[in-house]
């Protein structure tokens, strides 16, 4: 067991006590300011942490938030107990990576502990409703080998068409927009920006994005319905739409009306 989480004798389970409560006290401070951590803690909030997380420990407060916390060795057979012995449930485990459900004050003494390697800030738990299971793993995986801020693709179902509002929100993000498909976006963007999406009420879910994407590959700006119907029928006047090319083949068996001339019966088709 690591010397963070001192469980052996009174005086250490004394001291464990006061030091949360001190968190605590600390994270409440009277007018609704920040806390101001002292310098060691700060310290390690950044160097093993992100600012989300620096910001959450000094906001305090009792409301419980999701972290990904990476660890030296697998999860479950290493740290679970540890985990469960100070009252820090897993909301979700893979090899060296945990998604943690985490109070403001047990966010340094665990980052004390020398086999956590870092915590991220997630977002708060109810979010992870909007994510899919497999985009949840394979973010986690990424965060464990320390690859999560290279760019994947991931789509986005939005409650309704995006506008230019929306996109800018998605953009604003660290994402790029790959492709639009009627409320469906496809986007590029590393995994640790993921929370900007997670927060992003106009997105509904999230998942990973297949290699064979559908859609309409964005090449340049597309115009948006804030147009009205004389501009959109002065654009299409200066740029007219390609041709659908989806003419229906005539049927050699079934005329298909005034626009197609049924076929001549076979010679001798009419000999008895």
Known sequence: ???????????????????????????????????????????????????????????????????????????????????????????????????????????????????????????????????????????????????????RTILLRCRDVPGVAEEGSVTAAGYRIVTRAGPNLVVSGPYNRLPELLGNDRIIYLEKASNQATGNKVEKDVPHSTESVSDMKEREAKEPLPPRGDVAIPSHRIPRGDNTVAPAPPAGADRK
């Not at 001291?15 to 609704?32: E, I, N, R, T, Y």
């Not at 340094?108 to 109810?126: E, N, S, T, Y």
């Open 1 to 151: 067991m690591s010397a963070s989480f001192p469980r052996n004798s009174r005086p250490a389970t004394a001291a464990l006590l006061l030091l949360s409560a001190a968190f605590l006290l600390a994270g409440c401070p009277a007018g609704g300011k920040l806390a101001v951590l002292p310098p060691g803690e700060e310290e390690l909030l950044r160097a093993k942490g992100d600012e989300r997380l620096l910001v959450a420990v000094r906001d305090g407060g009792k409301e419980p938030f999701a972290a990904v916390a990476v660890f030296r060795g697998d999860v479950f057979l290493r740290h679970s107990a540890k985990l469960e012995q100070a009252s820090i449930p897993p909301l979700n485990m893979l090899g060296n990576t945990a998604i943690l459900l985490l109070q403001p004050g047990q966010v340094v003494p665990l980052l004390k502990d020398p086999d956590v390697r870092r915590i991220a800030w997630f977002g708060p738990r109810g979010r992870l409703a909007r994510l899919d299971p497999s985009l949840e793993l394979d973010a986690m995986a990424r965060y464990g080998d320390g690859t999560d801020g290279k760019d």
